[in-house]
């Protein structure tokens, strides 16, 4: 069925319910005045319904619905120009504003499948679309799927150009495959695995690419919160639309986004790895020292500390809360404070440099 909501068309596989008519002209008032050029403190629309499921297929449909009007009336627009203006600058003919890409963010990798397979329901199936996905879910090499570390394994892997998977023998062939993917409709992750393997080419870095050409792309949360990974994105999401699925989950993931687990034994390890790099390296042990130093005061805060952990319920861990200041306090009195962090910059790019080196030689020198 077919509404009319705050001036666009909105195209309804089935009756909508109440909650949903009330989210759709939300969001519709959100990208008026988004398009209007609103500068007023916020630009974001925040909308819920007691229905989970009613609240993802709605903000799904109705994105697409006002994406195609803005298509329609950019075209339209563009149309009716008598005689188009002519270019003075010397360049190639100025094209028309491409319109913002949809970012569609959720919390599992299997409520991205939920949401394409709702999408399938409706009359933009075949919109372009690009999942991304961690390397767990779509590395095609068995050598690497068989390694503890799958990330570090393809790091090495791709640095040294010797994945078979990361470039096809034939362009026409991904080109091909990435066709026939969008021409039968919205896809899930597996989907796009299973054909990619067929190529084969890896569906990992691919994705990536076809960021560029997609109207909407599904991620999980952390491919929007995690500083490093957004990195890769952060010239597309500039003027995008994004949407948050079941955005009170976002807390908790923008904590673990911004998290990290230190075991006292990687500390050890990475004491060591140190001193073998002195020994390989003796011009670099000047430059290495305030890494050790940074490593013996981590290690210092887990000795003076241990004594303070409890039992966390019926399991073997033990742990212990501290409130910021707490902690900010406990770091400065074994120096590890902001300034330690700035001036070890330097020293860490360098020994990671050298890391990067060493892990292109080693299966070289094997």
């Known amino acids: 069925m077919e509404l009319k909501i705050q001036g666009v068309k909105i195209h309804m596989p089935y009756k909508p319910y109440g909650c949903q ?11 008026i005045l988004f398009m209007s050029g609103y500068e007023g403190p916020c630009k974001a629309c925040l909308a819920a319904t007691v229905n989970a499921t009613a609240s993802t297929v709605t903000k799904s449909k109705q994105t697409d619905e006002w994406y195609d009007d803005f298509v329609e009336r950019d075209a339209n627009g563009a149309s009716s120009v008598e005689k ?9 003919e100025a094209l028309l504003e491409r319109p913002p890409r949809i970012f569609f963010g959720t919390r599992t990798h299997k409520q991205i499948s939920q949401v394409v397979r709702e999408l399938r329901k409706t009359k933009y199936a075949k919109t372009r679309m690009c999942i991304l996905s961690s390397r767990a879910h779509t590395c095609i090499n068995p050598d690497i799927r068989r390694q503890s ?28 495959c990435i066709e026939d993917l969008n021409r039968t409709g919205s896809w899930d992750l597996e989907e796009y695995v299973e054909r990619l393997s067929k190529v084969p080419v890896c569906p990992y870095f691919r994705a990536w690419k076809l960021v560029e050409m997609a109207t909407i792309v599904f991620c999980p949360y952390n491919y929007l919160l995690d500083t490093v990974i957004r990195g890769k994105v952060a010239s597309d999401l500039e003027g995008s639309i994004i949407i948050i699925d079941e955005a009170h ?11 990290c687990t230190i075991l006292e034994k990687d500390i ?11 020994n390989l390296r003796p011009p670099e042990a000047e430059n290495t020292e305030p890494l050790l130093n940074l490593l013996a005061s981590l290690h210092r805060v887990m000795e003076i500390t241990r004594s303070r952990l409890v039992s966390v319920g019926d399991s073997a861990n033990s742990a212990h809360v501290w409130t910021g200041s707490e902690i900010e306090g406990l770091l400065q009195t074994v120096g590890l404070g902001e300034d330690r962090f700035r001036s070890i910059r330097v020293p860490f790019l360098i020994a990671y440099h050298y ?3 060493f892990d292109m030689l080693i299966p070289i020198l094997r």
């Open 355 to 357: 890391a990067l080196v």
């Open 268 to 278: 050890l390890t990475a004491k060591e790895d140190l001193h073998k790099f002195i």
């Open 21 to 31: 008519l009330s989210m759709i002209n939300r969001v519709c008032l959100a990208y």
């Open 84 to 92: 188009p203006l002519m270019c003075t600058c010397g360049s190639q």
């Open 149 to 176: 570390n799958i990330n570090d394994a393809c790091a090495n892997l791709t640095r040294m150009g010797a994945c078979p998977y990361d470039q096809p023998k034939k362009r026409s062939d991904v080109t091909k």
């Open 249 to 259: 989950n976002l807390e908790d993931a923008a904590r673990e986004a911004t998290s």
